[in-house]
């Protein structure tokens, strides 16, 4: 299914779990922001707001602009690499990527605008540039792939489905190769986190931490990207599942170990996440189908009301171990397993090792009549 992809500049999974390691307060660092609106009046409201790792952005200072259409800015970054917005008059509204220091110079015309000022910068617009390229292209693909599905032409279809694949892959496979150039960079982490999959990309996330540790002090960003490597590295294909224990709707604790012996689903979900609901029904059917031959599941809520978690449990006939500890996205199992979206599975041996990830539909059916047979 084709669908036209967006350029989330703003979002940072790795900042809400917190930091790897304590350090002392990093150091203020100031920066400043110059720049011109072409066509600007005198007055025109110019607003500086921080992201927030949660969602959502805090206004920072604001000025006007003059009239010639100018206007600064002067503030301080606190953790040596936030993200910031500039909204310009409501004309116009940039990202800036700041480690402190830096003399950001934003130019308003009628093209749109361009920031200048640092090499965070410099790296994130050949991103954007990537990324608007290939929107465009997604654009035109989804009519055509609209008109194909309406005459039926499958020929068409996976016509457009390879060109997809294959453009997808060449924008990956370009940010990729760029993310060694940019070094311990603000905008590296924001490409590493955006762009890479773990799965396939775990040695460069893995190199990118390393060389992060040797940072002194290590920004703020950097710590939290340090700690979720830890992490994925730690349920990697191969490695022994991390235990936990959880209470089930009734109040029990029910470990993961106490399902040693089977073969285990690990089944990350929410009664408010879509896609898990409508996933659902498959994996009722893969446990129906194969719980008498050594298959087990253990269902893992991210919700924060246990009435909406167990009514879920209940509506959808999930008949399997479950345990939550309520916390939404702060769940501490989650944050150990590097879980960044869901639905989110690992399948586990009868040792407990790892042997598979997000394996759904057909994939995990696949998978469990090779192990179980049919």
Not at 227 to 241: F, P, S
Not at 251 to 278: N, T
Request: neutral net charge; aromatic residues 8%.
């Amino acid at each position: 299914m084709m669908r036209l992809l967006k350029l989330f500049v703003l979002v940072l999974c790795l900042v809400v779990w917190g930091t790897s390691q304590a350090q002392d307060a990093l150091p203020p660092k100031p920066f400043t922001i110059t720049g011109t609106v072409n066509g600007g009046a005198k007055g025109e409201k110019v607003v500086l707001g921080q992201s927030l790792a949660t969602g959502g952005t805090i206004r920072v200072d604001s000025t006007q602009l003059d009239d010639q259409g100018q206007f600064k800015i002067e503030a301080v970054e606190e953790h040596r690499g936030s993200f910031f917005t500039v909204d310009l008059a409501g004309r116009q509204k940039v990202v800036l990527l700041v480690e402190g220091g830096e003399d950001f110079k934003v130019l308003v015309g009628a093209d749109g605008a361009k920031v200048t000022g640092s090499k965070n910068m410099e790296y994130y617009a050949q991103v954007d540039a990537l990324m608007q390229g290939f929107a465009a292209k997604v654009t035109q693909w989804n009519e055509a792939y609209a008109q194909a599905e309406e005459k039926k032409d499958t020929k068409k279809i996976q016509e457009i489905q390879t060109a997809y694949a294959a453009a997808d892959a060449e924008r990956v496979a370009r940010i990729r190769s760029m993310i060694p150039e940019m070094g311990t960079s603000l905008v590296a982490l924001f490409a590493a986190n955006n762009f890479l999959n773990p799965e396939t990309d775990l040695n460069i996330l893995k190199k990118l931490a390393s060389d992060y540790e040797k940072v002194t002090p290590t920004p703020t960003l950097a710590q939290g990207f340090i700690g979720q490597i830890k992490r994925m590295t730690g349920v990697a294909i191969g490695e022994l599942a991390p235990d936990f224990t959880l209470p089930n709707p009734e109040g029990e604790e029910i470990s993961l170990s106490s399902l040693r012996g089977q073969y285990v689903l690990i089944d990350f979900w929410a009664s408010w996440c879509g896609p898990c609901r409508q996933e659902n029904p498959n994996v009722v059917r893969m446990y129906n189908k194969f719980k008498s031959k050594g298959f087990d599941i253990y269902g893992v809520s991210l919700d924060k009301e246990a009435g909406a978690w167990k009514n879920a449990i209940k509506k959808d006939g999930l008949t399997w171990k479950h345990g939550s500890d309520l916390k939404f996205w702060n769940s501490e199992v989650a944050q150990t397993y590097g879980v960044r979206a869901i639905p989110a599975t690992f399948l586990l041996d009868k040792e407990g090792k790892i042997i598979a990830k997000n394996l759904r539909g057909t994939a995990l059916e696949a998978k469990l009549a090779e192990l179980l047979g049919e």
